[in-house]
């Protein structure tokens, strides 16, 4: 019998549920930052609510996305976040929401990817929001897409690509609050990260492959050594029979 470590069993789940653990680390740590700085309604900008609300309701869509009922919601989520990197441009943070909707938008390119063979089954709203997205789809594949060497990881890993474009401004948040000693902020910057970026980059089929790949491996390893210990103790039985 193979017995499966905890560790092996954390990944499977991880693979399985990646996009509700992107929910969770988003959303989670951004309702913890609220608390934490005690923003209200009448504190709170106009694009600062709205962008709140674009990323809520993109992080959700990304949790409903299922390849088969609901193809339509990597790209939707993907859009909403964009929109949310917009709003935050508008509150006064051109680096960090162009970075954000950049990021998000890649999000919903590789959504783009998933429904492309069939789209002409969505409903009209989907369909608009193919065509409307399909220049930037082109023009990542006719400018960065053609790059020597590293073309066709820009071009074809758009959700591993989205995570790395965040990641300069998710260490220097991170490193910021550790400095100024500020717990609560690095915990919502490391969530921000490993479960939402993380999460979300999870859609990445070779990403997924390769940790289940490792997953199998070790499977493979603890039976192995399974098999060896039971057929050692086979040999001392047989030993101590004769």
């Not at 909403?80 to 919903?108: H, K, Q």
């Amino acid at each position: 019998m193979i017995s499966v470590s905890p560790f092996s069993q954390i990944r499977n789940f991880i693979c399985r549920r990646h996009n509700v653990i992107q929910l969770i680390g988003y959303e989670g740590a951004n309702v913890a930052l609220l608390f934490q700085q005690g923003v209200t309604p009448d504190r709170t900008a106009l694009p600062e609510t709205f962008a709140a609300i674009f990323f809520m309701a993109g992080s959700l869509a990304i949790c409903l996305f299922d390849p088969v009922k609901r193809p339509w919601a990597l790209m939707w989520g993907g859009f909403s976040l964009a929109l949310g990197g917009a709003m935050i441009v508008a509150a006064g943070y051109p680096l960090t929401g162009g970075a954000v909707a950049l990021a998000s938008l890649e999000t919903a390119r590789g959504g783009m990817a998933v429904i492309a063979p069939r789209l002409a089954d969505e409903t009209l709203a989907t369909r608009l929001l193919s065509w409307v997205l399909q220049p930037y789809g082109l023009l990542v594949e006719r400018t960065v897409g053609r790059a020597k060497h590293i073309g066709p990881m820009l071009k074809d890993r758009p959700f591993l690509i989205g995570a790395l474009i965040k990641l300069p401004l998710r260490v220097e948040f991170i490193a910021k609050n550790m400095l100024a000693g500020d717990m609560v902020g690095t915990g919502v910057g490391l969530a921000w990260m490993i479960l939402g970026d993380g999460g979300l980059a999870l859609n990445d089929n070779g990403l997924k492959r390769r940790v289940m790949v490792a997953e199998r491996s070790e499977g493979h390893d603890a039976g192995l050594s399974n098999q060896i210990g039971e057929r050692a103790s086979l040999s001392v039985a047989t030993s101590s029979s004769g």
